[in-house]
């Protein structure tokens, strides 16, 4: 239950994070692309952003001009080899089940982030605002140091109370108590890069989920890719999402000319009229960052799981 709980805890505001789920690293340089049949010679392939060791799967279609800007986005990303910045996201939908069905919520959550290529971050996640009880003001320390990814999970004193007391049913004590000691303890759970890596699953899976920023098309249906306007700063693009992103209708991405680096990501919500909005603000481009910033060990006391196997074990998104 502990390790479902927690998993629960950032699904609103990763609703449209999700997007970058396939971050932190990028594709090689496209090989160049077979010839195509006269009514489409004009257009060029698009491999999606995956780790070279990942094949690509069906290339999809852009006019050149658009292709041309979408490569050069990618290889800024691939060209960072480390950064810090701010990221803050928002959401505004409609609760769909229980008894505040109709009504909306809001959630809000602050990321201070690390980042050092290959495979060293750091991340400080504050949920600073959520509909459920008991989560606002939950802290999260992600931390992956190139042999173990540790996720540190912190609750703030009462917010066992205030989840008990949201249940309006009459429970007895122990499991009152019961309840509250789950929900405030901290915890942490630990992954083995080098297991996970053997399972096939640490470059194509688990890296993409902890390391989001630097792919901004992963949500992205890029048959449906607009690029809706430009200045000297920034692009501005549109797009329709992937089948998975189901509760996404339609995405717009801000990105910096100057690194390629998404600054902004706003998502209409299909069925509520809701809004989920991302900001990427303080980016520092390849800070000296040395190893030691990527250092994590488990507090004295606080009750560890290696969840290696779980996330083996775990069916892939959409799958």
């Given at each position: 239950m502990r390790q479902l709980r927690a998993g629960k805890i950032w699904l609103p505001c990763l609703l449209v994070v999700a997007f970058l789920v396939g971050c932190g690293q990028q594709s090689e340089p496209k090989s160049k692309p077979a010839k195509q049949p006269a009514q489409t010679a004009k257009k060029k392939s698009v491999a999606h952003n995956l780790p070279p060791a990942v094949p690509a799967p069906p290339?999809?279609?852009l006019e050149p001009a658009l292709q041309k800007v979408v490569d050069?986005?990618?290889?800024?990303?691939n060209a960072v080899r480390s950064y810090t910045c701010v990221w803050d996201g928002s959401e505004t939908s409609k609760i769909t089940k229980g008894p505040r069905a109709g009504q909306m919520a809001e959630y809000a959550f602050h990321e201070e982030r690390a980042f050092k290529r290959p495979d060293r971050l750091r991340v400080k996640l504050t949920q600073v605002k959520h509909a459920m009880a008991g989560l606002t003001g939950q802290v999260r320390d992600q931390v992956i140091d190139g042999a173990t990814c540790w996720d540190y999970l912190q609750t703030p004193s009462g917010a066992g109370q205030e989840l008990v007391a949201a249940m309006r049913k009459d429970l007895p004590e122990a499991e009152k108590a019961d309840i509250i000691r789950r929900h405030e303890a901290p915890h942490v759970w630990r992954k083995d890069i080098q297991r996970l890596r053997e399972a096939g699953i640490w470059e194509t899976r688990v890296w993409h989920?902890?390391?989001?920023?630097?792919?901004p098309f992963n949500l992205c249906d890029m048959s449906t890719?607009?690029?809706?306007?430009?200045?000297e700063g920034q692009w501005v693009f549109s797009a329709k999402p992937i089948a998975f992103a189901k509760r996404i209708e339609r995405i717009t991405l801000t990105i910096a000319k100057t690194d390629g680096v998404l600054r902004e990501m706003r998502s209409s919500l299909a069925e509520d009229g809701g809004e989920n909005v991302q900001r990427i603000s303080d980016f520092v481009l390849n800070p000296d960052l040395p190893d030691e910033t990527f250092a994590f060990t488990p507090p004295e006391g606080v009750e560890l799981t290696d969840s290696t196997d779980m996330e083996i074990n775990r069916p892939s998104q959409g799958g």
């Open positions: 290339p999809v279609m050069e986005i990618m290889a800024k990303n989920e902890w390391e989001r920023l630097l792919v890719l607009k690029l809706e306007s430009e200045d």
